[in-house]
């Protein structure tokens, strides 16, 4: 277990989506997987994804720098920096931009292997201060070790 949360969640303000890591799974050298659920307006949507080490370090990151832009206030007329993520095989990809200090816009779209064909996305405003927790409990959950975690810190 490592000391780790089994399940990540992260909700809309309004309630009405969602996106939970569960599962995690570390298998091999650099075997990694996770089952992601989108939810929208009550239906979910699942997806099993593998992550190689590159990728779950980007995904730290990726909250990481969110929580950072959010906590900074980065969201002006000026800078609004979109943040991006997608998993090894595109089978997640995520953009996001801090709204302001309080909040984060996160659009999630989740594609079906092999075609591809077959998608769902939603976008989720969230607490600025979510993300920041999602952040801080990605650390033990992608099973990184310490010394990658502290890079994306």
Known sequence: MHGSKEKISLWSVNGRGGLELSNPRLSGRNVFRLDATLTVDGETYSIEVELSTPFREQLLAFFHNLAVN???????????????????????????????????????????????AEDVGHTLLVKANDVARVSNELRSFLRLPLELQSDAS
């Open 70 to 116: 959010s906590r900074q206030g980065v969201a002006s007329h000026v800078s609004q920096r979109v943040t991006t993520w997608r998993s090894d095989f595109s089978e997640i990809s995520m953009n996001a931009v801090s709204q302001d200090d309080q909040s984060v816009r996160i659009a999630i779209l989740f594609q079906w292997p092999p075609t591809y």
